[in-house]
């Protein structure tokens, strides 16, 4: 099946939207976990929930998470996202648009721990035992994902003088980080 889609490296997600879903899967199967997206104009979107699949471009096969959204709310069948842009590089050409996929991505995404020990200078900790005791918190980590909250926060001024500052566009994330 072929799906029509735009390519949009500042979405940090790939949207799809309820009815191409439908032809690909299950609508019962998708995951309950909603995302409330945000676009240009603070447009906000909630997505309806997600699905991994896999698919071919360029008789490559790729894997990405498929966030729906209803019908009436994307204007192409799908929207491909930065995600995309771990797996392949995009070139513009005069015949079109043609995805490189990345070769040994793996191991471009493999990180030697044994580089970052040389690198590591303890030298002005003058104590001994807590040099060691650094030493091997610093080699024992692992870091671990964390859970996110709904948490708001409000600022309250001192004055009612607004404080303005022109908008840019972010992506999703950088967006949920400034939050």
Same mark, same amino acid.
């Given at each position: 099946? *072929? =799906?029509? &889609?735009? =390519?949009?490296?500042?979405?940090?997600?790939?949207?799809?939207?309820?009815?191409?879903?439908? %032809?690909? #899967?299950?609508?019962?199967?998708?995951?309950?976990?909603? #995302?409330?997206?945000?676009? =240009?104009?603070?447009?906000? @979107?909630?997505?309806?929930?997600?699905?991994? !699949? *896999?698919?071919?471009?360029?008789?490559?096969? /790729?894997?990405?998470?498929? !966030?729906?959204?209803?019908?009436?709310?994307?204007?192409?069948?799908?929207?491909?996202?930065?995600?995309?842009?771990?797996? &392949?590089?995009?070139?513009?050409? *005069?015949?079109?648009?043609?995805?490189?996929? /990345? +070769?040994?991505?793996?191991?471009? #995404?493999? =990180?030697? &721990?044994?580089?970052?020990?040389?690198?590591?200078?303890?030298? !002005?900790?003058?104590? %001994?035992?807590? $040099?060691?005791?650094?030493? $091997?918190?610093?080699?024992? /980590?692992?870091?671990?994902?964390? &859970?996110?909250?709904?948490?708001? #926060?409000?600022?309250?001024?001192?004055? +009612?003088?607004?404080?303005?500052? !022109?908008?840019?566009?972010?992506?999703?994330?950088?967006?949920? +980080? @400034?939050?």
């Amino acid at each position: 099946m *072929k =799906i029509t &889609a735009l =390519i949009d490296s500042g979405s940090t997600v790939s949207l799809l939207r309820e009815n191409t879903s439908r %032809r690909i #899967m299950d609508p019962t199967k998708l995951s309950k976990n909603k #995302m409330l997206l945000t676009g =240009i104009g603070e447009a906000q @979107v909630t997505t309806i929930g997600s699905f991994e !699949h *896999k698919f071919k471009i360029d008789d490559e096969n /790729y894997s990405l998470t498929w !966030h729906v959204v209803s019908t009436d709310k994307l204007k192409f069948e799908a929207v491909i996202g930065s995600d995309l842009l771990e797996q &392949a590089s995009i070139s513009f050409t *005069k015949e079109g648009v043609k995805f490189n996929k /990345y +070769e040994n991505h793996a191991q471009l #995404m493999q =990180i030697s &721990a044994e580089n970052l020990q040389e690198e590591l200078n303890l030298r !002005h900790v003058e104590n %001994r035992q807590i $040099k060691k005791e650094l030493e $091997k918190l610093i080699q024992d /980590y692992k870091p671990e994902k964390t &859970a996110s909250t709904d948490v708001t #926060m409000r600022i309250i001024l001192k004055d +009612e003088e607004p404080v303005c500052q !022109h908008p840019r566009r972010l992506t999703f994330t950088e967006r949920q +980080e @400034v939050n």
